[in-house]
């Protein structure tokens, strides 16, 4: 049997550590959502994936979640692009937000409890910049705007580990920027502009009409509905600097608490330059996915193959190869489902793979070590299946391990489905063949049976009736 122990690397100590929720019951995560102007890609996802991982490896070690994932719903892009159509924010964000669930669930990432909006916590965020001011470590500036002093603020760069001089010289600042005291003070709120008005990005508030700089937001969502210091607060390693570094400056610069007790970062997937196969188009995002075939499940496998803490190269060899993959565990289930029994050996082989699996995913969320016991798993276990054992417990132990185990990997293609026309087609071939097998005209069920195989449909007759397939 495994150990429960339960390690992830935290950005904050740069160390893997130990770790369980506070409450030794509940994992509370906030995540950094997306920002709703246009769909997500490819490389988003993967954080988002990774994020998918660590919800259900946390399910697997038995604690509870509570999971928030923000959608930013205000921002520079989202007011330009509302400004030029002569819209507002909301109407240019509420189409790609059901976007974003749609790709979402197509890559199964499963629900967080709470996808809170920026816009729906106006309130919250202008209570955080009145502790900061009252604090002194909040300024309003002459352009009516609000931003937090980071030398005030003896902590920061301790995420990033950058220092002030290090920051001064790498931060895109507006060095023309007289207003504020120090250029790389960031604005927690900034002043509406006439765009802001028109589009319906302002706010009203105790320094004038504006709106919320977007570190602001999550942090006064991750503390409305988790408290004032989280368990877990992960996101793209891209966020690092300047957000979380932010994140943290406003939340401890207003509650004296630690923000967050793990920051866990994912590596970036890098698509630029990468040469995709010939039969593989470009693909950057999930509709791409949809339109080339790819299955949600081979993408999984792509992502799970490479740690979340190592840069990934997504090229057409490799999604192929993913596809070839999940393809080899899909004829394994089936074969797994349609078993009546198994020699004994398999439950040994069984309770090898699930602890295998199960280390690897407690050890800073292992997935490509897991992957490949799966493998191993899926081949010792064909091979003993083609023994035509009796060990009716043997196969229900290797039913069990691999549902557990899919259970957090989820990289079972879904059947594929074959066109509505064909299987219509083929079941009524089947039933004229049915009735050509009752009135004993053999050989006319057989020259049916080569008719539907002649379309690429192999089919096989069971004891509960005949059962076909596309080829694969
Ligand atoms: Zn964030």
Redesign the pocket.
């Known amino acids: 049997m495994a150990g429960t122990d339960f390690r992830l690397y935290n950005t904050l100590t740069r160390k893997l550590e130990s770790f369980s929720p506070a409450d030794g019951e509940t994992v509370r995560i906030y995540a950094?959502g997306p920002t709703v102007y246009r769909p997500a890609h490819l490389g988003n996802f993967r954080t988002f994936l990774f994020e998918d991982l660590l919800r259900r490896v946390i399910a697997l070690r038995g604690w509870k979640i509570f999971q928030v994932m923000?959608l930013t719903d205000v921002d520079d892009k989202i007011i330009k692009s509302a400004s030029e159509r002569g819209i507002s924010i909301g109407e240019v964000t509420a189409p790609i937000t059901k976007i974003f669930h749609d790709d979402r669930r197509f890559l199964r990432i499963q629900d967080a409890e709470l996808y809170p909006k920026a816009t729906d916590h106006i309130p919250e965020m202008i209570a955080i910049v009145k502790r900061l001011v009252e604090r002194k470590l909040a300024y309003l500036a002459d352009d009516g705007s609000v931003y937090f002093a980071i030398d005030k603020f003896k902590d920061y760069g301790k995420l990033s580990r950058l220092d002030t001089r290090e920051v001064r010289a790498g931060a895109r600042v507006l060095q023309d920027d007289y207003s504020k005291e120090n250029a790389q003070d960031f604005a927690l709120w900034k002043s509406a502009k006439p765009e802001d008005e028109a589009t319906g990005a302002a706010w009203g508030s105790p320094w004038g009409r504006g709106r919320p700089g977007w570190h602001l937001e999550?942090s006064a969502m991750a503390m409305r509905y988790l408290g004032e210091t989280l368990d877990i607060h992960c996101?793209g390693i891209d966020?690092i600097f300047p957000?979380h570094e932010d994140?943290i400056a406003q939340s401890e610069g207003a509650t004296g608490k630690p923000f967050s007790r793990f920051w866990c970062h994912g590596e970036f997937l890098l698509t630029e330059g990468s040469k995709m196969a010939k039969r593989l188009g470009n693909v950057a995002t999930v509709q791409d996915l949809r339109d080339q075939n790819i299955p949600a499940a081979a993408f999984r496998h792509f992502v799970f193959s490479t740690h979340y803490r190592k840069q990934l190269n997504m090229s057409g060899e490799a999604l192929e190869a993913s596809m070839e993959g999940v393809r080899r565990i899909a004829d394994f289930a089936e074969r797994l489902a349609e078993a009546k029994a198994a020699t004994p050996e398999l439950e040994k082989i069984a309770a090898e793979a699930d602890a295998e699996v199960t280390a690897a995913l407690f050890d800073d969320l292992n997935a490509p070590i897991a992957l490949g016991a799966l493998f191993t798993f899926v081949r010792k276990a064909n091979a003993e299946l083609d023994r035509n054992g009796v060990d009716k417990r043997a196969l229900a132990k290797a039913r069990a391990v691999f549902a557990r185990i899919n259970s957090v990997l989820d990289v079972v293609p879904e059947a594929a489905g074959p066109d509505p026309e064909l299987a219509q087609w083929v079941d009524e071939r089947l039933a004229a063949r049915k009735t050509a097998r009752a009135e004993r005209d053999f050989a006319k069920a057989d020259a049916i049976r080569a008719e539907i195989e002649a379309r690429g449909v192999a089919i096989e007759d069971t004891p509960h009736g005949t059962k076909w397939k596309t080829a694969r």
């Open positions: 950094c923000n999550c996101g966020l957000h994140e």
